[in-house]
């Protein structure tokens, strides 16, 4: 089925990846983050000094051993840094000399079952690859969803080209698919959601899935916005995403058992003097790239894209989620009476400025707030950029003063906040959308039972 | 040495601790109204649009400039008709130039005043809504309504309406009405009746085409293109109807105001005049009645004032509708007030939240609805 999505916005920002791709060489650190994992509390399972494989378990989250991060690379645990309150803020691994991308694990493949499929995943620390609507966060290990929703195509601000992303992988995406329907059961529907009009002749030959169709403004390559349109989720269900290089690194252990973290990434951004792609490991340390790349002093590193990304604070480091780097200049000039200036190189959502002449064009942007922080004035903004049947303005009041049950009537189950980020970009008040309902999802993932989580 | 770092040497006196920490909220406003401010995303989205609330605010005071402008003018020459002088261009404006600029700075330094103490006492910054709100208070108010009448229901509406409930974005009423509701239920001889109108004459019986198509006179009435232009007696930013539909097409254009509301305010006016007309209450077509009084000015510059009028877009049909209902209705039925937009718009501020709470259940509804249709299809 074909879907329009009409609420949303493009932005239009310079920097935008070359298609090539090199393949850069394992550098010397390695980094993993452990707030990849959603509100996880991780529990180390090494400790300094040990010796690790590719697949080696780092750590897991409390109370539930079975879904464990493992180790990327061959070499050493170098470090657990921690920060405030003994909280583990990375794991640093020194890379051993000549280490390869990959590790053979042996497993008998003859008849494995859904339950054998799920645990080995868990082994090879391939389950945590899988995200959970609500919440995303990682599944526990006996959840069961009602649909997989694998989104094909990016649509945020510079996303990275999915042919080059998967290059070489896409042969492995049919046996990641099979076991996919194997470990949810083969009744559980698998979406490919495709861009209408994209290069989708790859994944509408691929057997076992339902191609949905997308088209319009960012966000409609969000999994949020795929999943509310596809299969709008109630409060007892829930559905799991995973991204396709994920589906192929999986199909890759199960058919060649080889087990492999290599992933690609694209380099983006107007902080970037030459953007394209470039293959790694992921969590491979990437200063000396990016002090290379970048073509100003001082600029902000983010793993992700601009909407959504965290930012690389102490370590360089791609996250585990995330397929693009995107560099972007600081801001912070102060202008002389900014907001009187007719504005003809402002961008804006708003007609406000006199730069809506030229949307088009690519804008070089920086992180200014542009403004102070206020409470709500405008009311309608929200809606033009959130293509979701649910109340924005609504939710987050909602969040903001804890009302747990009007939060779950509004339909905060379906959404993220990723899916808010465009709210945050053109809110004239400044607010932190994301932040919101970050924080309302985890007071209600707090409340709920753990069963229904 | 640039201005930004004099703003921050300026600034450290301001700083916590410092002596002239009491009076930070007024150095910053300064500092941000001069300059942008350093602040660098923190989290979330890393870019941000380039609009603020400065931004939106001097937006609406753009949009409300050619209303002023030409109100300026038809108060020096209604002043200078009823004296039977027939003035120039600039002989006029510069007259309503002078009754204008005391009201304007009375309302700010009052309105301000009131503002920057409690913002200094929350420790929060100076909101910029109160821009908007003190440039619209002399355009409501007779021009010759005394100044210390205009401080004090400045005042009064500064407080009562907006910072005891929490500042600009908690308030539910509009601090401009407000104002003019102040002064109107306190000191009605100033602000109604026949002799209010036109400035420095006194006692001159001058009733405004409103007054006049109510009470039996409408064939005293000025020409529609006056009426248009606004060449009539009346409040400074309410005669012009041109100019007040370019200031609307400003807002429109910049999408500042709602267009939702705009539209069904004119369309519920519009028909229920239309109907009273039919009715034969009333000898004018309900396209002339949008016409008169403060209907327009109403409609494109308080009824869309975002925080007052109803959050959700179905809501705002719903709440502009009912102004333009009741604009007209008071109007009619009330003939010794004939100007109901302001009585209307504040009623309808009082139910926006009951309006806002009504959509949201029928949005609730639709969308459980909704997920149990597509639990089928899958």
New interface residues.
Partial sequence: MHYKIKKGLD?M?AGEADHRTEKLPLSRFCYIHPSDFRWWKPKMLVSEGDEVEIGTPLFCEKGEERVRIVSPVEGRVKEVLRGEKRAIESVVLEVSENASLSRMIPFDDALLSGDECRNLLMQCGLWPCIRQRPFSVVPRPEAHP??IFVPCFDSAPLAPDMDLLLGDQLEYMQQGINVLKQVAGEQV?LFLCLEQGGKNDFFESLDEVDCQYFSGPHPAGNVGTQIHYV????TDETVWYIHPLDVARIGMLFSTHRLSFATTFALTGPGVRHPHYFTTVYGTDLSALLEQEKNAQNV?C?SGN??????MANHLSLRFYDHQV?L?P???????????KP?FK????????M?WMARDRQFS?????????????????Y?RVFPF???P??LLKACLIKDLDQMV???IFEVD?EDF?LC???????M????IVRDGLKELYDSTDQAVR | MKLSDISDKIGKYFEKGRPLHKLYSLYDAVDTFLLTPKEVTSGGSHIRDAVDMKRIMITVMIALCPALLVGMWNVGLQHYLLLGQHPGFWQAFGYGFLRWLPLVVVTYVSGLTVEVIFAQHRGHQVAEGFFVTGFIIPMIMPPDVPLWMVALATAFSVLFAKEVFGGTGYNFLNPALVARAFVFFAYPSVISGDQVWVSGVDAVSCATPLALSLNGAPEAMPSLWDMFLGAIPGCMGETSKIAILLGAALLLFTRVASWRIMLSVVVGGWTTAALFHAAGYCPFAGWQQLLMGGFLFGAVFMATDPVTATHTSSGKFIYGALIGVLAIVIRMVNKGYPEGMMLAILLMNIFAPLIDYCVVRCRIRRRKIRISRHKIKL
Avoid: Y
């Fill in positions: 932005i920002m009602k649909a529907p299969a709008p989720l109630d902000r983010i601009v909407l959504t990304g965290s930012k995107t972007v600081e801001g912070g000039e102060r202008e002389w009476m900014g907001w009187l504005g402002k961008w804006s959502f708003s007609h406000t400025f730069a942007f920086t992180t200014s707030l542009q403004g102070g922080r206020r409470n709500f004035v405008m009311t309608d903004v809606e049947e649910i109340l303005l609504e009537e509004l339909g906040d980020a945050e970009v053109v809110c004239p008040s400044k932190e959308c994301q932040k």
